[in-house]
């Protein structure tokens, strides 16, 4: 009998001695609060215990100290995270008493945004040249696919000579030897996100034919040799000058 006694001021003591933490948007059980890029998140920190009313309180994010004002230490204290950046996904808040930093309480972050494609991009690349087209995928959560188009019609990897590649930020669509009757065209790549639906970048290539390249080199030797040639006839002739009015 005794010892349940015990537990029961045991469970008591562990009760009280807290922190909590009230969030806007609120939190869920795992303690996770759900938002998005561009809003604000609002934080709330209160002691549990009366007699820790003015008890100093710190927060921290992912291990680094926050810099609180001094009205906003003691008893209750806020942090607004305004606005929401990519940055801030998985970023997990803690708050603890400053006098005992086993008593803390945290909620993280988790900011869902949809991959940023939209309009369209012009490209120009010359015949015989590699073509190189990459559309930003990066979202939380994930997309779940994404597909490409020419001329409205789905790519034909093979026929085209593509290969693409996808780590999760870019879907990459290149080719070797760009052909204006294979290759020119309207690219589309498209993104299906859970979350955000279809989204979809345009990418207008136009082949163009190849420039002659000429050496650089030995057309900046040339035109030195030029001018050293021409800067020392132009002293000869001076002398010559000099000579005759004497």
Known sequence: MPSCCFLVLALCAAQTL????????????????LTELETTVSLVCRSGRSEDEGAELVWLRNGATVTLGEGNRKGQSG?????????????TFTCRLSA???VEASVTLNVTYPPMLSGSEAVRVEDDSPLVL????FANPPVSSVR???????LDLLAGGFS?????????LSADKAEKSKHEGLYRCIADSPVYGIKSRDFLVTVTEKTPKFPLIP???GAVVLCLSG???VVSRWKKIIKCCK
Do not use: R, Y
């Not at 693409?164 to 990459?172: E, I, W």
């Open 219 to 221: 057309l900046i030797a």
């Open 134 to 137: 990459d559309c930003e995928t």
């Open 231 to 233: 800067l020392l006839a």
């Open 100 to 102: 005992n930093a086993t």
């Open 18 to 33: 807290c922190v909590t933490i009230d969030s806007v948007p609120g939190v869920d059980g795992k303690g996770v609060i």
């Open 148 to 154: 490409w188009t020419l001329n409205g019609s789905a």
């Open 164 to 172: 693409m590649t996808q780590d999760g930020f870019t879907s990459q």
């Open 79 to 91: 942090v607004c995270v305004m606005p929401v950046i990519h940055q801030d996904n998985g970023a």
